[in-house]
Nanobody, 115 residues
Framework: QVQLVESEGGLVQPGGSLRLSCAAS????????MGWYRQAPGKQRELVAS??????TNYVDSVKGRFTISRDNANIVYLQMDSLNAEDTAVYYC??????????WGQGTQVTVSS
């Protein structure tokens, strides 16, 4: 079992920045990939960014060049979000996949981009 605890999101003005963090605990040695998904009202949940335990990253096209995912040795994953716009408004979920293909989710945190 892996437990994920996310930092709080918030309200950000267009063009602003926000950093999310997610701390994993429990069976962390089994973690292969950590990432962030988001779900906007009326839309399906989508993968925003992910990072493997080897440091390989993947981003959805809409955030490339604006968002950066990173992971430290303490099993905390960060999502640095810059140049935010209204389309980034969503509930953001931390996710981890283990080497045995189990998926775990955080509780979700609201990010709202609005003036």
């Amino acid at each position: 079992q892996v437990q994920l605890v996310e930092s709080e999101g918030g309200l950000v003005q267009p063009g602003g920045s926000l950093r999310l963090s997610c701390a994993a605990s429990g069976s962390v040695s089994s973690i292969y990939t950590m990432g962030w998904y988001r779900q906007a009202p009326g839309k399906q949940r989508e993968l925003v960014a992910s990072i493997t335990n080897r440091g390989s990253t993947n981003y959805v096209d809409s955030v490339k060049g604006r968002f950066t995912i990173s992971r430290d040795n303490a099993n905390i994953v960060y999502l640095q979000m810059d140049s935010l716009n209204a389309e980034d408004t969503a509930v953001y979920y931390c996710n981890t996949q283990t080497s045995s293909f189990e998926n775990y989710w955080g509780q979700g945190t609201q990010v709202t981009v609005s003036s």
